[in-house]
């Protein structure tokens, strides 16, 4: 059996005036992270990760940023999109690994509905999808929360 691992990450500023998309959840917030889609940066690392596992290199080829189809677009969707891809190369996820950084909000409760969001759109069980955040202990443009980062892995098999 042929398996293949990915690694993603993803930055993005947090602001005034932008809605907070982690995980494919909204979360109130008075800051949001800016971008040309939703900017959710945990979707973003688990598509990177997806697409470097099979060597289909990153979201910004796949999405560019300066193409209007993507704008404001919802990051589920590119999510979709690299599942669809890498199913259509013959393979299946295993598990995905992911965590975020950030020092505020707190995202521990948000945390099951994004296990669930991410499992449904990859096929995957709740199991086979874990979800970790972290601070910097104010260390940083995290600690000062200027933005936020996300790291992911992901396992891929051959079917």
Known sequence: MSYRIGFGIDFHQMVEG??????GV???YHKGSLGHSDADVLLHAIC????????????????P????????ID??????????????KGYEIVNVDA????EAPKIKKYSPEMRAIIAAI????LDDVSIKATTTEKMGFVGREEGLVAYANALLKKK
């Not at 932008?18 to 995980?23: A, E, F, V």
């Not at 990177?48 to 999405?63: E, R, V």
């Not at 990859?122 to 069980?125: R, Y």
């Open 18 to 23: 932008r809605d907070l998309w982690i995980g």
């Open 122 to 125: 990859l096929e995957v069980s």
């Open 99 to 102: 965590a975020i950084c950030l």
């Open 48 to 63: 990177d990760a997806l697409l470097g596992a099979l060597a289909l290199g990153d979201i910004g080829i796949h999405f």
């Open 26 to 28: 909204k979360i109130p």
């Open 75 to 88: 990051s589920k969707i590119l999510l979709k999109h690299c599942y669809d891809l890498i199913s259509s």
């Open 65 to 72: 940023n300066t193409d209007e189809r993507f704008k404001d």
